[in-house]
C-alpha cells in the first residue's frame, strides 16, 4: 500500500460569516483552545507522514506566511499559492498541479478540524483513484449529501433541496486525489451558485466509473463556520 506525503490545504478564504473575528485574521487562523485552525490541521498531517504542503492563501495571506514560515518548525516544508479570484473550489484545486506533479495529495479545506488519527485512512492510498471522508448525522443540507455503495462513492448532492432524496452521509471536507482530478477541474462549468465546484468534478469521476472510496471519519470533527461552532469548541471541555 502506497502512502501519500504530499497536502494541499485550502485557506484562502476570509470567512465572511465569523464577521469582526476575520477582519484581521484569514478565517483558518482563528484559534480554537489557543490554536490556530491551520496550525492543528498542519500537525495532524504531519503527524501521519506528510512532508510537504501547499498552503493556499488569499486574504490577510501574509498573516500565514509569517506564522507557517518554510514549515521547518513544523517537520515538513510547506509552499504557498495564491487564490486571486475567489471563483470556488473547484478551480482554487488547479492552483495545486504543479505541485502535486505525479504524486496523489491530501486536500483539505482550512477550516476542518479532526484529531491527528482521522488523517490516517486518508493517507494510505492504492488500488483508488480518489478518497472522499463522510460523517454520519450531521445536516447534509448545509453541505453535501453523500451516497455510498460498499464502501465507494455513487453520488454526490450538494446541498439537497427539500423534497429530493438524501443520504445520511455527510461531506467531511477532507481527500485524497491522485493526479487525475485535474482532468476533472480543467472542465468544470459554473454551478447554480455561479462558482466551479469540486463536488462536480468529484461527482465526474463517479460518473465515468472510477473508484472513489467513502472514508467515515471517527472521533471528533468539526467544520468552524461560524461564532456559534467556534464558541462551543473553545468551551468544551
Known amino acids: 500500500m502506497s502512502r501519500i506525503t504530499k497536502a ?9 460569516r465569523m464577521k469582526e473575528l476575520t477582519d484581521e485574521l484569514p478565517k483558518p487562523m ?3 483552545k489557543g490554536t490556530p485552525i491551520l496550525e492543528s490541521i ?6 501521519n507522514g506528510i512532508g510537504r504542503i501547499l498552503l493556499v492563501v488569499g486574504w490577510r495571506k501574509e498573516v500565514i ?14 509552499e504557498y499559492a495564491e487564490q486571486v479570484v475567489q471563483d ?21 479545506y482550512g477550516d476542518i478540524l479532526v484529531p491527528p488519527a482521522a488523517y490516517g485512512p486518508l ?9 472522499l471522508s463522510v460523517k454520519i448525522d450531521e445536516d447534509v443540507r448545509k453541505g453535501g449529501a453523500v451516497f455510498i455503495e460498499d464502501g465507494r462513492v455513487v453520488g454526490l448532492v450538494e446541498k439537497p433541496p427539500e423534497g429530493e432524496p438524501t443520504s445520511p452521509y455527510y461531506n467531511a471536507g477532507i481527500y485524497s486525489f491522485s493526479p487525475r482530478i485535474f482532468e476533472y477541474t480543467a472542465r468544470l462549468e459554473l454551478s447554480p451558485r455561479g462558482e466551479y465546484e469540486l463536488t462536480d468534478a468529484i461527482a465526474a469521476q463517479v460518473r465515468d466509473g472510477l473508484r ?5 471519519l471517527v472521533g471528533d470533527w468539526a ?14 471541555e
Not at 494541499?8 to 465572511?16: I, M, N
Not at 493517507?123 to 478518497?131: C, L, T
Open 123 to 131: 493517507v494510505d492510498f492504492s488500488g483508488v483513484e480518489g478518497k
Open 42 to 47: 498542519v500537525r495532524g498531517l504531519v503527524a
Open 30 to 32: 482563528v484559534s480554537v
Open 212 to 216: 472513489i472510496e467513502a472514508v467515515e
Open 88 to 108: 470556488g473550489t473547484g478551480r482554487v484545486v488547479d492552483l495545486a498541479r504543479d505541485f502535486a506533479g505525479e504524486d496523489p495529495f491530501v486536500l483539505s
Open 8 to 16: 494541499v490545504v485550502l485557506a484562502a478564504g476570509r470567512g465572511t
Open 223 to 236: 467544520d468552524v463556520r461560524d461564532p456559534e461552532v467556534l464558541r462551543e469548541l473553545n468551551e468544551a
Open 65 to 78: 506566511v509569517d506564522h507557517f514560515g518554510d514549515g521547518s518548525a513544523y517537520g515538513c516544508s510547506i
